[in-house]
């Protein structure tokens, strides 16, 4: 019964900010092994946009580093996404991933991603 929603997409100018939040349900966020931000822009790949592991550490693809911070509320069971400094380019799909294993069977759930569209 995991779910992953994501919630605070939208319209943004660029040079803009905006924060998207993934509130998880049915298992803590701090038991995941790694919580991600992936995005998908009409036509690519997805990509990875950040991850937090389970100690903390986290990492972004060189493009967001400086802008944008990966963070966990442990209150709201919830990983955020702080953008900054947006730009056209930024224009995806943002998903939010869990990732987990238990007795050697892994895990990897999605949510359902969130609209974020960079323009004037």
């Known amino acids: 019964q995991v779910q992953l929603v994501e919630s605070g997409g939208g319209l943004v100018q660029p040079g803009g900010s905006l924060r998207v939040s993934c509130a998880v349900s049915?298992?803590?966020?701090?038991?995941?092994?790694?919580m991600a931000w992936y995005r998908q822009a009409p036509g690519k790949q997805r990509e990875l946009v950040a991850v937090i592991q389970r100690g903390g550490s986290t990492r972004y693809a060189d493009d967001m580093k400086g802008r944008f911070t990966i963070s966990r509320d442990n209150a709201k069971n919830t990983v955020c996404l702080q953008m900054n400094s947006l730009k056209p380019d930024d224009t995806a799909v943002y998903y939010c991933n869990a990732q987990w294993v238990v007795d050697k069977y892994e895990y990897d759930y999605w949510g359902q991603g969130t609209q974020v569209t960079v323009s004037s």
């Open positions: 049915g298992r803590s966020i701090f038991s995941m092994n790694a």
